[in-house]
T-cell receptor, first 115, second 115 residues
């Protein structure tokens, strides 16, 4: 049981380049989330998917798009990367469908630098 | 809007001393409450959570937290610090009526343990 996996672990982009961060979970969870972590700001929600086939914006969605490919996979795309998107990105999942109080399980993170 | 405040971005204790990490939330309706730990270069791991029932919650690694509604607080404690407790700790809330089961995080507290 790998839990939540993320690829790549590290990435360096130039301003304007695009890339997709991949996330997969093997726990048969319904909900999946993308957060970014910046020093002194904790984690902030970018997008989430309460169930397969649905996605919704979080607190900081600008500059990002997501795809819930199937129940296991939830990808985050940066269409035109900007230095302000330099951050550590975490994917998380929880078992029930968008249920408050449900424990979220986190992946190891992707460290992205945009030059 | 719901917010979470962690008092002190850095806390330093001696090995064997009491650990106290503070967390306050802003909401007229008490949310579900979480503490997560992040070891260097890793994802977040659940320490403990409060949903309903007993207000003193015990978690992993000897940590516990007490929900105090009158003080809107959920402080994390451990009677005796170990070197292995050095990490960053995040308090998070999940508003009871939020769509999607989203978490709102505090800014984090980095715990250092001195020998």
């Amino acid at each position: 049981n790998a839990g939540v996996t993320q690829t790549p672990k590290f990435q360096v982009l130039k301003t304007g380049q695009s890339m997709t961060l991949q996330c997969a979970q093997d726990m048969n969870h319904n909900s999946m989330y993308w957060y970014r972590q910046d020093p002194g700001m904790g984690l902030r929600l970018i997008y989430y998917s309460a169930s397969e086939g649905t996605t919704d914006k979080g607190e900081v969605p600008n500059g990002y798009n997501v795809s819930r490919l199937n129940k296991r996979e939830f990808s985050l795309r940066l269409e035109s990367a900007a230095p302000s998107q330099t951050s550590v990105y975490f994917c998380a999942s929880s078992g029930r469908q968008g249920t408050p109080g449900d424990t979220q399980y986190f992946g190891p993170g992707t460290r992205l630098t945009v030059l | 809007a719901q917010s979470v405040t962690q008092l002190g971005s850095h806390v330093s204790v001696s090995e064997g001393a009491l650990v106290l990490l503070r967390c306050n939330y802003s909401s007229s309706v008490p949310p579900y409450l979480f503490w997560y730990v992040q070891y260097p270069n890793q994802g977040l791991q659940l320490l403990l959570k409060y949903t309903t029932g007993a207000t003193l919650v015990k978690g992993i690694n000897g940590f516990e937290a007490e929900f105090k509604k009158s003080e809107t607080s959920f402080h994390l404690t451990k009677p005796s610090a170990h070197m292995s407790d050095a990490a960053e700790y995040f308090c998070a809330v999940s508003p009871i009526y939020n769509q999607g089961g989203k978490l709102i995080f505090g800014q984090g507290t980095e715990l250092s343990v001195k020998p």
